[in-house]
C-alpha cells in the first residue's frame, strides 16, 4: 500500500487559510487521494478526496500536485470547529480499506 | 450525524470477559470496517466485510472475531479481554469496495477492562 507522510502539528489563526501538505511519493495510477479529520472525542469525518484533478466542496479544497506524489488540503478560512486531527490516505483499490498514519493535528487560535 | 450506529456507547467489563459489539451501517452501505484506537497507538485497521463476506484483514487478534449479517449489520467480538484492549472502538462503511467511496465513522464505543 502506498504510503503517506504529513506532519505532525500545525497552528493557524483563526478566519485564516491553513494549507495542510501531504506527501506520497508512492502513490500509483489508480490510487485515489481521501482526507479524513478527526474532532476531539468524535468518529473520523471524511472532508474530500480526489484522483488527478484539483477538487472543492462545502468543507474544504484539494490541491494535487502534477506529479500526484504531494496534496495539499486547503481550509480557506479556519475556525476553531476545525482544530482535529488530519489524515491523509489512499485507500487500498479492492478494497477501500484505509490504514490511518499520525495525521497532522490542527491548532486554531483564535 | 453519519448514519452509522454503534452500540453500546460505553462498555466496562473485567479481565477475561468476552463482550460483542454492534454496528449498523448507513443505509446502502454493503461494506463495514473496524478500527481499533487506543491513545499509544492510533488508529489500527482491524477487519472489513462487503455483503456478508470478509474482504480484508489487518491487525486483528486472534482473541478477536467478527461478522456481518444478511442485514447488513456487523458485529465485533473480543474475548479473553486484557487491560490493553481497552480502547475507542469504530466502525465505519461505505456503499462499495471501490477506492472512490467515502467512508462514513460511528461515534464508537468506548472498551474499558478493568
Known amino acids: 500500500d502506498a504510503k503517506t507522510t504529513q506532519p505532525n502539528s500545525m497552528e493557524s489563526n483563526e478566519e485564516e487559510p491553513v494549507h495542510l501538505p501531504c506527501n506520497h511519493s508512492?502513490?500509483?495510477?489508480?490510487?485515489?487521494i481521501h482526507w479524513y479529520r478527526q474532532l476531539p472525542s468524535q468518529g473520523p469525518e471524511y472532508v474530500i478526496h480526489?484522483?488527478?484533478s484539483n477538487v472543492n466542496n462545502r468543507m474544504a479544497s484539494l490541491a494535487i500536485a502534477e506529479d500526484r506524489k504531494s496534496s495539499t488540503l486547503i481550509l480557506h478560512r479556519a475556525t476553531l470547529r476545525d482544530a482535529a486531527v488530519y489524515y491523509c490516505?489512499?485507500?487500498?483499490?479492492?478494497?477501500?480499506?484505509?490504514?490511518f498514519g499520525a495525521g497532522t493535528r490542527l491548532t486554531v487560535k483564535p | 450525524d453519519s448514519g452509522v450506529t454503534q452500540t453500546p456507547k460505553h462498555l466496562i467489563t473485567a479481565t477475561g470477559q468476552r463482550v460483542t459489539l454492534r454496528c449498523s451501517p448507513r443505509?446502502?452501505?454493503?461494506?463495514v470496517y473496524w478500527y481499533q484506537q487506543s491513545l499509544d497507538q492510533g488508529l489500527q485497521f482491524l477487519i472489513q466485510?462487503?455483503?456478508?463476506?470478509?474482504?480484508a484483514k489487518g491487525n486483528i487478534l486472534e482473541r478477536f472475531s467478527a461478522q456481518q449479517f444478511p442485514d447488513l449489520h456487523s458485529e465485533l467480538n473480543l474475548s479473553s479481554l486484557e487491560l490493553g484492549d481497552s480502547a475507542l472502538y469504530f466502525c465505519?462503511?461505505?456503499?462499495?469496495?471501490?477506492?472512490?467511496?467515502?467512508?462514513?465513522f460511528g461515534q464508537g464505543t468506548r472498551l474499558t477492562v478493568v
Open positions: 443505509s446502502g452501505d454493503l461494506s
Open positions: 465505519a462503511s461505505s456503499v462499495s469496495t471501490s477506492n472512490r467511496a467515502e467512508a462514513f
Open positions: 490516505i489512499l485507500p487500498t483499490y479492492n478494497n477501500n480499506d484505509m490504514r
Open positions: 508512492t502513490i500509483s495510477g489508480t490510487d485515489y
Open positions: 480526489g484522483l488527478t
Open positions: 466485510y462487503y455483503n456478508g463476506e470478509e474482504r
